[in-house]
């Protein structure tokens, strides 16, 4: 369509949005000023830059991947916490310091295995080092370092140790000997220390 | 790189493990001046003839250097093992195990009279590990001998088995670390649990036939 084919209106509408627009004096400046009067926005704290909501794109193979990822991460740790419940299960003691031996579960397991794994659990965070001893590790001191754990004052050590009735007692700092508070005591031991009873399962008795 | 750390762990944990195993303990008898260790090796030679189990000798006596013991009194501490196991052994008869021998032993040595010791294996025939260290701990804790020795006498004929045992142990303990006073502590606890038959086994009054031994 040609312009000469135009409607009057029409030619006349394009003549006017053609004309330069003349801006009065001074328009410009009440332009800026009505800008700087504006508040600036808010920069965003680095916390609400982390926390804020944003949309992610993913394509569907990269989510594949991490959904993927994430799965073997929750395998992995089950594994590792299915070792350690079994370590506590496997303790049947009677005695360990705050715990679990606390948690001594008290039940002798029925199975037949002649090696149980036990650990021994003491609080004191005033120590700055604690080993366990007894007649699994030849009374050595040195032989059975427990480590303490990150907070708190609780010293740990994991052991395999045959079933059965065993003596055993704490060296706390290299020379003072205590028996472990959450586990029979033995019959006074002779030399002026008091000593514990651990019952690890699956003995012949 | 993960896989290779977790095999080097796994295949780490059983060699520690037997470390206990590898410690060669009669070593440490040099500890000792020459006298007491050959009375040491003695009486481990006599308990070895007699059948006796060794390993709470040899654990007394690693015990008493590993403690700084003065020599006599760690061979002191090692005859007295050694006769407590031999009257053990009279008391629970030849089957016992070691297990229950150093259970009883330890009883006897808590002051419980061997008398005591038959009527638990006369009773019935599980093992009397668990109930003789019980009963040792609460005298040791402070129970009369005679009350701990019946109460946990009562339970066992009652047919009370291991859990509940330690779970009297626990419960007594517990009172009495919070300041109850030892006897009053068994007797209560002691109430919480029911008498039931007594499993199938060796008829009471049968007691075992002692053993002769050479002195």
């Known amino acids: 369509m040609s312009e000469q084919e135009l409607h009057p209106n ?13 801006l009065g004096a001074g328009a410009r400046e009440r332009l800026l000023d009505a ?64 715990t679990v031996a606390t948690a001594p579960s008290g039940q002798l397991p029925s199975n037949t295995d002649t090696v149980r794994v036990l650990k021994f659990v003491l609080v004191a965070p005033q120590a700055a080092s604690v080993s366990v001893v007894g007649d699994f590790n030849g009374w050595d001191a040195k032989a059975t370092m427990m480590t303490k754990t990150r907070t708190g004052g609780t010293w740990s050590v994991t052991m395999r140790i045959p079933a059965g009735r065993h003596l055993y007692a704490f060296v706390v700092d290299g020379k003072q000997w205590m028996a472990d508070p959450s586990a029979p005591l033995a019959p006074d031991d002779g030399f002026g220390t008091p000593n514990s009873v651990a019952l690890v399962g699956g003995s012949s008795s | 790189m993960l896989g290779a750390l977790l095999v080097t762990l796994w295949a780490a944990a059983p060699a520690a493990a037997q470390d206990y195993e590898s410690l060669n303990r009669t070593d440490q008898l040099a500890r000792l001046d020459p006298g007491s260790r050959s009375a040491i090796e003695s009486i481990l030679d006599s308990a070895r003839a007699s059948g006796l189990p060794t390993e709470p000798l040899l654990s007394k006596t690693l015990e ?58 006369s009773a019935h025939a599980k093992s009397v590990t668990v109930p003789l260290v019980v009963l040792a701990d609460l005298i040791t804790r402070g129970v009369p001998r005679d009350t701990a020795s019946n109460t946990i006498m009562q339970l066992w004929q009652g047919g009370a088995a291991d859990g509940d045992f330690l779970g009297l142990w626990r419960g007594v303990e517990r009172d009495i670390v919070s300041g109850a006073p030892p006897a009053m502590a068994l007797m209560q606890r002691a109430r919480e649990y029911p008498l039931r038959a007594p499993p199938a086994g060796r008829a009471p009054g049968n007691p075992p036939q002692p053993e002769t031994t050479s002195p």
Request: aromatic share 4%; glycine share 8%.
């Open chain 1, 10 to 22: 029409v030619e006349w509408i394009a003549r006017e949005a053609r004309r330069p627009v003349v």
């Open chain 1, 35 to 98: 800008i700087r009067e504006e508040p600036l926005p808010e920069r965003p704290s680095r916390v609400e830059w982390f926390t804020g909501r944003r949309r992610v794109a993913l394509s569907p193979l990269v989510g594949a991947a991490l959904a993927a990822g994430l799965v073997g991460i929750g395998v992995l740790a089950g594994r590792f916490s299915n070792d350690d419940g079994r370590d506590r299960d496997d303790r049947t003691a009677v005695g360990q310091p705050e």
């Open chain 2, 64 to 121: 008493g250097i590993s403690k700084r013991a003065d020599n006599r009194r760690i061979v002191s501490k090692v005859r007295e093992v050694y006769v407590a196991l031999r009257e053990a052994r009279l008391a629970l008869g030849a089957n016992a195990s070691k297990d229950e021998l150093s259970a009883a032993a330890g009883a006897l040595q808590a002051g419980v009279p061997a008398t005591m010791l038959a009527r638990f294996r």
